[in-house]
T-cell receptor, first 113, second 115 residues
Framework: GDSVTQMEGPVTLSEEAFLTINCTYTATGYPSLFWYVQYPGEGLQLLLKATKADDKGSNKGFEATYRKETTSFHLEKGSVQVSDSAVYFCALSGNFGNEKLTFGTGTRLTIIP | NAGVTQTPKFQVLKTGQSMTLQCAQDMNHNSMYWYRQDPGMGLRLIYYSASEGTTDKGEVPNGYNVSRLNKREFSLRLESAAPSQTSVYFC??????????????FGSGTRLTVV
């Protein structure tokens, strides 16, 4: 079945550092890919998405590119802030009856001033 | 704009007690979902409802029941709580089952502890 493998955390970075959180997937067909973010004490929020190969999703300075050749959707940000501290989830929505979201295990990110 | 509202936010149960977690959405979404979130395991789907009047099992349905009361409300019931059901529970909704690429809207969660 469909699955998502995420970089294990926790990840701790200094403010203004470059961020990469790796995500790879296994799915049949052409899934849609997502990054969700969960701030402390809150539910998940959609951060960005890409629905076809080579699409780049972007929001709040975060970017991820849908790479079908490497089945990857890595999350990047050029300069992180303390307010980016959260748990990040990679997810996919498959095709042909497998449209429900499948989530990775989440990566906890802490940014220190 | 309330979105998805879950109650209660926190609950402590004794083993064997029962309770119902409530969820309501005001976005006129057709599909609703219950997930549990456990450390190191991400979110796992318990049950979902593709549309009013239908419910289906997800990845981890054992020990739970659900009711899609109407288009707005989707409740999750624990008939006889066990310590293994200690978790954070999230309700979510989407426009339709095959519209996940429009994104899910999540509630803020219920933190349940079973002692």
């Amino acid at each position: 079945g469909d699955s998502v493998t995420q970089m294990e955390g926790p990840v701790t970075l200094s403010e203004e550092a470059f961020l990469t959180i790796n995500c790879t997937y296994t799915a049949t067909g052409y899934p849609s890919l997502f990054w969700y973010v969960q701030y402390p004490g809150e539910g998940l929020q959609l951060l960005l998405k890409a629905t076809k190969a080579d699409d780049k999703g972007s929001n709040k300075g975060f970017e991820a590119t849908y790479r079908k050749e490497t089945t990857s959707f890595h999350l990047e940000k050029g300069s992180v802030q303390v307010s980016d501290s959260a748990v990040y989830f990679c997810a996919l929505s498959g095709n042909f009856g497998n449209e429900k979201l499948t989530f990775g295990t989440g990566t906890r990110l802490t940014i220190i001033p | 704009n309330a979105g998805v509202t879950q109650t209660p936010k926190f609950q402590v149960l004794k083993t064997g007690q029962s309770m119902t977690l409530q969820c309501a959405q005001d976005m006129n979404h057709n599909s609703m979902y219950w997930y549990r979130q456990d450390p190191g395991m991400g979110l796992r789907l318990i049950y979902y409802s593709a549309s009013e009047g239908t419910t289906d099992k997800g990845e981890v349905p054992n020990g739970y029941n659900v009711s899609r009361l109407n288009k707005r409300e989707f409740s999750l019931r624990l008939e006889s709580a066990a310590p293994s059901q200690t978790s954070v529970y999230f309700c979510a909704s989407s426009e339709a089952l095959n519209r996940a690429n429009y994104g899910y809207t999540f509630g803020s969660g219920t933190r349940l502890t079973v002692v």
